[in-house]
């Protein structure tokens, strides 16, 4: 038996509509390409947050663990140059013969002694913080940085009352004034910046103590 062409025509149609709305349907579709997956994060523990942060005993203890450092390197090389300056027969006279030379090593020396007393202080912060040693080391210092300035700023008020400058019996030493400004001045931001750097490392080298323990234990 023969199909109408109605049926046919009626067939193709509803083959071209499905067509083209299938079309429609799939320009509408947007492809999202696959992202990469997301970096866990590795949970903390709540409690071991309220451990964190700056802690003013750690600090304090690391500075005054530094001044005492200060004082033991202190003893320590001037042992050192007295020893050597008996084998070598450096006198007074020689060092007034070369003021330059024995100014730069003295500013040197007590510039890597402070430096090395504030890497000794910080660690021993970090340690006793356990968490967040630099900001630990950090604070060493600056209770260095405050200490310094309240003293430096009695001493004026004493010096301002008593005069006590002009009767401290100072050293002739055989330098231009601007030349011993300048020396200052780069010595003093020599240590401004050593002892800050070398606090915030000690500091985080004493949280290494305590990160590998809990890597043993993890």
Known sequence: MQVPDDADTT???????ARAAAHRAMSNVTIIPDQPPAPVQPEVDPDL????GFKFGAAFFGWLISMAMFVVLSLAVA?????????????????????GAAGITAAAVAVLTLTLAFYFGGYVAGRLARFDGGRNGFGVWMFAFLFSVLAAGVAALLNNQY???????????????DTITTGGIVAAAALVVLTLLFSIVGGMAGRRYHDKIDRLLD
């Open 11 to 17: 067939s193709t149609q509803r083959y071209e509509e």
């Open 49 to 52: 947050l309220a451990y964190r």
């Open 79 to 99: 042992a050192a140059a007295l020893g050597t300056a008996e084998i070598l027969d450096y006198t007074r006279a020689d060092a007034e013969a070369q003021p």
């Open 163 to 177: 005069d006590l400058v002009d009767e401290v019996n100072r050293p002739d030493v055989p330098l231009a004034t």
